[in-house]
Nanobody
Framework: VQLQASGGGLVQAGGSLRLSCGFS???????????LGWFRQAPGKEREFVAA????????DYADSVKGRFTISRDNDKKTVYLQMNSLESEDTAVYFC????????????????????WGQGTQVTVSS
């Protein structure tokens, strides 16, 4: 299983970015059976939950800090998960990681790091104030 994140960059506060994460090399489960998430890690901090999407695109969950500003979506045909980030703030500066769940959680949108078995390499998002 390989995940490739992209779309990060430098943006001014109030601006927008769209992150993408493509998947390949799945075995055992088809892409549509994975629950997917985005996490982020700022310098000196733990990796934290940002957003998750269930097997059904209608199931989503967000960290309180990004609700109303970020939107997670998925395209099962393209085997890609997206994170649309609007109204960016300096506090959003971090390396963003996409993840695919291990299948062990009973939750439709897992929000705990340990629920995710596969990770992308991360993409840097820097918001200047």
């Amino acid at each position: 299983v390989q995940l490739q994140a992209s779309g990060g960059g430098l943006v001014q506060a109030g601006g927008s970015l769209r992150l993408s994460c493509g998947f390949s090399g799945f075995s055992g489960r088809t892409f549509s059976r994975y629950r997917l998430g985005w996490f982020r890690q700022a310098p000196g901090k733990e990796r934290e939950f940002v957003a998750a999407i269930g097997r059904s695109t209608g199931n989503t969950d967000y960290a309180d800090s990004v609700k109303g500003r970020f939107t997670i979506s998925r395209d099962n045909d393209k085997k890609t998960v997206y994170l649309q980030m609007n109204s960016l703030e300096s506090e959003d500066t971090a390396v963003y990681f996409c993840g695919a769940d291990s299948g062990s959680s009973i939750l439709s949108t897992p929000a705990t790091r340990t629920d995710y078995a596969y990770w992308g390499q991360g993409t840097q998002v820097t918001v200047s104030s």
